[in-house]
Protein backbone atom coordinates (compact mmCIF):
# COMPACT_ATOMS: atom_id res chain seq x y z
CA UNK A 1 0.00 0.00 0.00
CA UNK A 2 1.14 3.68 -0.61
CA UNK A 3 1.91 6.34 2.29
CA UNK A 4 -0.78 9.03 2.49
CA UNK A 5 -0.12 11.78 0.28
CA UNK A 6 -0.54 15.83 1.27
CA UNK A 7 -1.96 17.75 -1.39
CA UNK A 8 -0.52 21.21 -1.88
CA UNK A 9 -2.57 23.81 0.01
CA UNK A 10 -2.03 23.41 4.07
CA UNK A 11 -4.24 25.10 6.96
CA UNK A 12 -2.52 26.21 10.09
CA UNK A 13 -4.56 25.18 13.42
CA UNK A 14 -3.57 25.01 17.08
CA UNK A 15 -4.01 21.56 18.86
CA UNK A 16 -7.21 22.57 20.49
CA UNK A 17 -8.66 22.60 17.15
CA UNK A 18 -7.24 19.38 16.21
CA UNK A 19 -8.69 17.67 19.25
CA UNK A 20 -12.03 19.54 19.21
CA UNK A 21 -12.37 18.99 15.58
CA UNK A 22 -11.51 15.00 15.74
CA UNK A 23 -13.78 14.85 18.80
CA UNK A 24 -17.08 16.42 17.15
CA UNK A 25 -16.58 14.49 13.92
CA UNK A 26 -16.84 11.27 15.70
CA UNK A 27 -19.60 11.72 16.95
CA UNK A 28 -21.37 13.05 14.02
CA UNK A 29 -20.48 9.78 12.71
CA UNK A 30 -22.19 8.41 15.51
CA UNK A 31 -19.80 7.28 17.84
CA UNK A 32 -20.56 7.79 21.69
CA UNK A 33 -19.40 11.10 23.35
CA UNK A 34 -16.65 9.24 25.42
CA UNK A 35 -14.92 7.53 22.55
CA UNK A 36 -15.21 11.09 20.63
CA UNK A 37 -13.29 12.42 23.27
CA UNK A 38 -10.84 9.27 23.24
CA UNK A 39 -10.10 9.95 19.13
CA UNK A 40 -9.34 13.66 19.59
CA UNK A 41 -6.85 12.84 22.36
CA UNK A 42 -5.18 10.40 20.28
CA UNK A 43 -5.33 12.99 17.02
CA UNK A 44 -4.23 15.80 19.23
CA UNK A 45 -1.23 13.74 20.48
CA UNK A 46 -0.28 12.21 16.86
CA UNK A 47 0.25 15.71 15.60
CA UNK A 48 2.18 16.88 18.90
CA UNK A 49 4.55 14.07 18.39
CA UNK A 50 5.74 15.07 14.40
CA UNK A 51 4.83 11.45 13.86
CA UNK A 52 1.66 10.42 11.59
CA UNK A 53 -0.79 11.81 9.81
CA UNK A 54 -3.75 13.46 10.05
CA UNK A 55 -5.53 11.44 6.80
CA UNK A 56 -5.40 8.62 9.32
CA UNK A 57 -8.11 10.04 11.68
CA UNK A 58 -10.19 11.30 8.26
CA UNK A 59 -10.25 7.67 7.06
CA UNK A 60 -11.26 6.48 10.51
CA UNK A 61 -14.19 8.03 10.41
CA UNK A 62 -15.01 7.72 6.57
CA UNK A 63 -15.00 3.98 7.63
CA UNK A 64 -17.14 4.35 10.26
CA UNK A 65 -19.84 6.75 8.30
CA UNK A 66 -19.72 4.42 5.00
CA UNK A 67 -20.48 1.27 7.32
CA UNK A 68 -16.89 -0.15 6.28
CA UNK A 69 -15.51 -0.60 10.28
CA UNK A 70 -18.01 -1.68 12.86
CA UNK A 71 -17.26 -2.32 16.52
CA UNK A 72 -16.33 -5.15 18.54
CA UNK A 73 -17.77 -8.66 19.64
CA UNK A 74 -17.51 -8.30 23.58
CA UNK A 75 -17.70 -11.61 24.74
CA UNK A 76 -14.83 -12.35 22.77
CA UNK A 77 -13.10 -9.17 23.48
CA UNK A 78 -13.25 -9.96 27.63
CA UNK A 79 -10.40 -12.95 26.69
CA UNK A 80 -8.37 -10.24 24.71
CA UNK A 81 -9.80 -11.33 20.92
CA UNK A 82 -11.10 -8.02 19.45
CA UNK A 83 -12.85 -9.29 15.94
CA UNK A 84 -15.53 -7.14 14.27
CA UNK A 85 -19.45 -7.63 14.59
CA UNK A 86 -20.36 -8.96 11.83
CA UNK A 87 -16.78 -10.49 10.97
CA UNK A 88 -17.85 -9.33 7.51
CA UNK A 89 -16.79 -5.52 8.24
CA UNK A 90 -13.17 -3.96 9.18
CA UNK A 91 -12.91 -3.53 13.11
CA UNK A 92 -13.35 0.17 14.04
CA UNK A 93 -9.88 1.53 15.51
CA UNK A 94 -11.73 4.54 16.47
CA UNK A 95 -14.51 1.98 18.37
CA UNK A 96 -12.08 -0.63 19.42
CA UNK A 97 -8.67 1.16 20.93
CA UNK A 98 -9.80 2.44 23.85
CA UNK A 99 -11.41 -1.12 25.46
CA UNK A 100 -8.64 -2.62 24.31
CA UNK A 101 -6.20 0.11 26.30
CA UNK A 102 -8.60 -0.02 29.12
CA UNK A 103 -8.46 -3.84 29.46
CA UNK A 104 -4.92 -3.61 29.33
CA UNK A 105 -4.54 -1.24 31.55
CA UNK A 106 -7.25 -3.22 34.20
CA UNK A 107 -4.99 -6.07 33.92
CA UNK A 108 -1.99 -4.31 34.92
CA UNK A 109 -3.80 -2.66 38.14
CA UNK A 110 -5.26 -6.02 38.66
CA UNK A 111 -2.23 -7.90 38.16
CA UNK A 112 -4.19 -10.02 35.73
CA UNK A 113 -1.90 -12.44 33.28
CA UNK A 114 -3.87 -11.06 30.12
CA UNK A 115 -1.38 -12.05 28.00
CA UNK A 116 -1.58 -10.43 24.23
CA UNK A 117 -4.77 -8.86 23.41
CA UNK A 118 -5.41 -9.27 19.43
CA UNK A 119 -7.35 -6.88 17.41
CA UNK A 120 -8.48 -8.64 13.72
CA UNK A 121 -8.71 -6.48 10.56
CA UNK A 122 -8.45 -2.69 12.16
CA UNK A 123 -9.06 -0.22 9.73
CA UNK A 124 -6.84 2.23 10.22
CA UNK A 125 -3.69 0.79 12.58
CA UNK A 126 -1.81 3.78 13.35
CA UNK A 127 -5.02 4.95 15.78
CA UNK A 128 -4.84 2.48 17.82
CA UNK A 129 -1.07 3.16 18.26
CA UNK A 130 -2.24 6.91 19.86
CA UNK A 131 -5.08 5.53 21.54
CA UNK A 132 -2.37 3.68 23.73
CA UNK A 133 -0.28 6.87 23.70
CA UNK A 134 -2.67 8.45 25.57
CA UNK A 135 -3.89 5.91 28.01
CA UNK A 136 -0.06 5.06 28.80
CA UNK A 137 0.07 8.45 30.13
CA UNK A 138 -1.57 7.00 33.16
CA UNK A 139 0.14 4.08 33.37
CA UNK A 140 3.39 2.48 35.59
CA UNK A 141 3.60 -0.10 32.91
CA UNK A 142 3.98 0.35 28.82
CA UNK A 143 1.70 -0.66 26.24
CA UNK A 144 3.21 -2.80 23.03
CA UNK A 145 2.19 -2.71 19.96
CA UNK A 146 2.65 -4.28 16.96
CA UNK A 147 1.33 -4.97 13.34
CA UNK A 148 2.72 -5.25 10.46
CA UNK A 149 2.50 -2.53 7.81
CA UNK A 150 0.96 -2.36 4.77
CA UNK A 151 4.33 -2.83 2.68
CA UNK A 152 4.95 -5.87 4.89
CA UNK A 153 7.49 -4.51 7.10
CA UNK A 154 7.08 -5.77 11.15
CA UNK A 155 5.84 -1.90 13.28
CA UNK A 156 6.83 -2.32 16.91
CA UNK A 157 6.09 0.27 18.85
CA UNK A 158 6.37 0.97 23.06
CA UNK A 159 3.98 3.52 24.42
CA UNK A 160 6.02 4.55 27.97
CA UNK A 161 4.24 7.37 30.20
CA UNK A 162 3.15 9.26 27.66
CA UNK A 163 5.81 9.07 25.10
CA UNK A 164 6.63 6.54 21.98
CA UNK A 165 9.41 4.68 21.43
CA UNK A 166 9.68 2.98 17.86
CA UNK A 167 11.55 -0.63 18.80
CA UNK A 168 10.64 -1.97 15.00
CA UNK A 169 10.62 0.45 12.09
CA UNK A 170 10.75 4.21 10.97
CA UNK A 171 8.30 6.52 11.68
CA UNK A 172 7.23 6.63 7.42
CA UNK A 173 6.23 3.20 8.01
CA UNK A 174 3.33 4.14 10.12
CA UNK A 175 2.39 6.23 7.22
CA UNK A 176 0.97 3.21 5.31
CA UNK A 177 -2.45 2.41 4.49
CA UNK A 178 -4.25 -0.43 5.11
CA UNK A 179 -6.33 -3.19 7.76
CA UNK A 180 -3.83 -4.65 10.03
CA UNK A 181 -4.26 -7.48 12.73
CA UNK A 182 -2.33 -5.62 15.90
CA UNK A 183 -0.86 -7.36 19.01
CA UNK A 184 -0.33 -5.67 22.42
CA UNK A 185 0.62 -6.35 25.49
CA UNK A 186 2.09 -5.13 28.71
CA UNK A 187 6.03 -3.63 28.98
CA UNK A 188 7.12 -3.84 32.87
CA UNK A 189 10.69 -1.82 32.02
CA UNK A 190 11.34 1.87 30.47
CA UNK A 191 12.88 0.93 26.72
CA UNK A 192 16.66 1.98 26.58
CA UNK A 193 15.91 3.21 22.43
CA UNK A 194 15.46 7.09 21.99
CA UNK A 195 11.52 8.24 22.78
CA UNK A 196 9.20 10.23 20.29
CA UNK A 197 7.99 13.16 22.83
CA UNK A 198 5.91 16.30 22.33
CA UNK A 199 7.50 18.45 19.55
CA UNK A 200 7.54 21.81 21.88
CA UNK A 201 6.97 24.04 18.46
CA UNK A 202 3.88 22.44 17.88
CA UNK A 203 2.42 22.74 21.31
CA UNK A 204 3.31 25.98 20.92
CA UNK A 205 2.82 27.37 17.17
CA UNK A 206 0.36 25.08 16.02
CA UNK A 207 0.40 22.45 13.16
CA UNK A 208 -0.22 22.34 9.43
CA UNK A 209 -2.60 19.97 8.17
CA UNK A 210 -3.51 18.98 4.31
CA UNK A 211 -6.31 21.20 3.04
CA UNK A 212 -8.74 19.13 1.45
CA UNK A 213 -7.99 16.31 4.51
CA UNK A 214 -9.04 19.05 7.26
CA UNK A 215 -12.21 20.40 5.61
CA UNK A 216 -13.02 16.16 4.93
CA UNK A 217 -12.30 15.98 8.83
CA UNK A 218 -14.31 19.94 9.70
CA UNK A 219 -17.48 18.75 7.44
CA UNK A 220 -18.41 15.82 9.73
CA UNK A 221 -17.70 18.01 12.77
CA UNK A 222 -20.19 20.66 10.91
CA UNK A 223 -23.27 18.01 10.95
CA UNK A 224 -23.53 18.96 14.89
CA UNK A 225 -24.44 22.53 14.01
CA UNK A 226 -28.26 23.88 14.84
CA UNK A 227 -29.32 25.56 11.68
CA UNK A 228 -29.39 29.38 12.17
CA UNK A 229 -33.10 30.65 12.55
CA UNK A 230 -35.40 32.63 15.42
CA UNK A 231 -36.62 29.58 17.09
CA UNK A 232 -34.06 27.76 17.35
CA UNK A 233 -31.89 30.60 19.51
CA UNK A 234 -34.95 30.94 21.64
CA UNK A 235 -34.43 27.57 22.83
CA UNK A 236 -30.52 27.44 23.00
CA UNK A 237 -28.95 28.00 20.06
CA UNK A 238 -26.71 30.95 18.97
CA UNK A 239 -26.05 33.72 22.04
CA UNK A 240 -29.92 34.54 22.60
CA UNK A 241 -32.06 37.04 21.68
CA UNK A 242 -29.95 39.72 23.10
CA UNK A 243 -25.62 40.30 23.34
CA UNK A 244 -26.35 40.10 27.35
CA UNK A 245 -27.74 36.58 27.23
Request: charged residues 20%; negative net charge.
Amino acid sequence: MLPYQAGDRAVHVSLSEVQTNVCKAAVAVGLPLGLGEDAGRAARNMMASGVGTFAAFGDALDAVDEGRSTGFDADRAIAGNFGPKPASLLLSAMRAGPSACDLIASAASAEIGLGRITLFGVDVPIVILFEALVASADMDQGQCVTWNAGGGGAIEAVCWRGSLVLIKGAPEDLLATGSAEISMHLVAREPRVRAITVDQRIQRDGVDIDEATWRRVAAYADRLLVVATETSRLTGAGAGVIDTD
